[in-house]
């Protein structure tokens, strides 16, 4: 799939989801600026720099 349907087609679906968690009263109470979402962009960003350029080759596979 190309990747700007791709997209295209996460955008429509992810608002879709929001729209009916709005409707249904289960949107979440905290802003979307607060504490527990910058801690967990915090922790993505360690991961994303701890993990290798490069994955080497599982052992075993040869």
Not at 18 to 46: H, I, K, Q, Y
Not at 47 to 54: A, K
């Amino acid at each position: 799939m190309h990747s700007d349907t791709h997209l295209l087609l996460h955008r429509l679906r992810s608002a879709e989801l929001r729209l009916r968690a709005t409707e249904s009263g289960r949107t979440p109470a905290a802003s979307r600026t607060g504490l527990r979402t910058r801690l967990g962009w915090a922790l993505v960003d360690l991961g994303l720099h701890i993990l290798p350029r490069h994955p080497s080759v599982a052992a075993g596979t040869a």
